[in-house]
């Protein structure tokens, strides 16, 4: 099979309160059709009014993934007729995009940008079993559009390139990209060598991405070895059916037709707005790491975890800034914590964090017992004194009450007493597991096993 030819293009919904051209509320999920005014609508005689945010937004985005800033850019209508789309035509960027060039590192290698551009959305089309219903609340809502070049060969690497394009985005804080509410779509078109390209449109999932290239890049080798052309068209992925549909002839820049728009000037991008935009920008995913590395002296390993998303890492910085060991940090924050948020928790403040990290560093609390306190802060959103308090789980450390615990132990198991006696070693755990069980894990193990030990080798040896 010859090699396949795949190039992405991204929608981002911007991170803005208001739409691109208008002052209408860019929310999600609000009442169809009331988040619309004749601007969005495309009512003959309005006049589109650029959004500062959105042009502010787009360049953070461009920095982000290092493009070469275009210093003039303007915009142009873009023609097609579909429901969805009030005007008849779309506001977009063709001729002089905001940025051209920026790369995109992924863990299977650097992906190219060729151009990111600002555009306003269209509506949202609902299908229904008595027709199609029209929603114009996302129509006009700001976009920027990365292109990548063709320089991807498989669905995995596509799939790669998003969820780094993603974490990138989500640290800078340009979008919410969520791609269950349509804010982050991925079109992708794809070609083998010598062939006519195909694009997929709408994909909304990162698997839906993987499985649809990778299922078209079969049935177009398969065209391609029984000497059957290629129809250059577009397509949708069907996941029920775990195939390609074709939708509609595949269009070319001409059918666009593609004019300068003549209500909105050139945008003019001042080096202080540039350097506005630049400043805005935290420490992006791969330099916080390797910085971690350094400075935190954690494995490259810990250190890609720990800044996976920008609020894990910003908590563990904030963990080692009031005490806590990054070591301790870190293996919190990897170990339960990240367990609780897989199950769909939502991360407690690093104040309680590390309250509850210096209760047992300082050994006041069991791991046991920090793994319900840990799961009571996810629930209720307590602090870890007042959940203690509640539940009875301070750690015993006392050597009095520890040695009573001991005694009482032993009196009740004078099997396994006997058995360690005899050399069995293994009889220690059993007895430290009963000491556990009856201090309803409260008790200091380090502690309770050197009193266990020492209280067993005191017996007299019945044999």
Known sequence: MTTPIIGLEVHLQLHTEKKLFCS?????????????????????????????GAVILALRAALALGCTINPISSFERKHYFYPDLPKGYQIT?????????????????????NRLHLEEDAGKLIHTGGGTLIDFNRSGVALVEIVTAPCLTSGSEAKAFLH???????????????????????????????????????LNSFKAVERALDYEIQRQGKAQAQGEKIIPETLRWDEAQAKTVPMRAKETPGDYLFLQEPDLPPIQIEVELVDRARMSLPELPRLRAARFVLEYGL???????????????????????????????????????????NLGGELPSSHQLAELLALQEAGSISVTAAKEVLAQMFAQGESAH?????????????NAALEKLAEEVLARSPGPTEDYL?????????????????????????????????KITAQPKKY
Request: positive net charge.
């Open 299 to 341: 494995s490259q390993e810990r250190a890609k975890l720990l800044t996976a998303t920008k609020e894990m890492a910003d908590c563990f910085e904030q963990l080692v800034a009031t005490g806590a060991t990054s070591l301790g940090a870190a293996n919190l924050l990897l170990g339960e914590v990240s367990r609780l948020l």
């Open 386 to 398: 007042s959940i203690l308090k509640k539940k009875n789980l301070c750690q015993i450390s006392d």
């Open 164 to 202: 780094s394009l993603r974490q990138v985005m989500l640290y800078a804080n340009i979008s919410d990209c969520k791609l269950e509410e349509g804010s982050l779509r991925c079109d992708a078109n794809i070609s083998l060598s010598g062939g006519e390209r195909t694009e997929i449109k709408n």
């Open 24 to 52: 209408c509320p860019s929310d999600f999920a609000a009442t169809p059709n009331t988040r619309v005014c004749p601007i969005c609508l495309g009512l003959p005689g309005t006049l589109p009014i650029l959004n500062q």
């Open 93 to 113: 960027q063709q001729r002089q995009p905001l940025a051209l060039g920026g790369r995109v590192e992924t863990p299977v290698g650097a992906v190219d940008i």
């Open 422 to 454: 005899r050399g069995k070693k293994k009889a220690l755990g059993f007895l430290m597991g009963a000491a556990m069980e009856a201090s309803q894990g409260r008790a200091n193990p380090v502690v309770l096993k050197e009193i266990l030990a020492q």
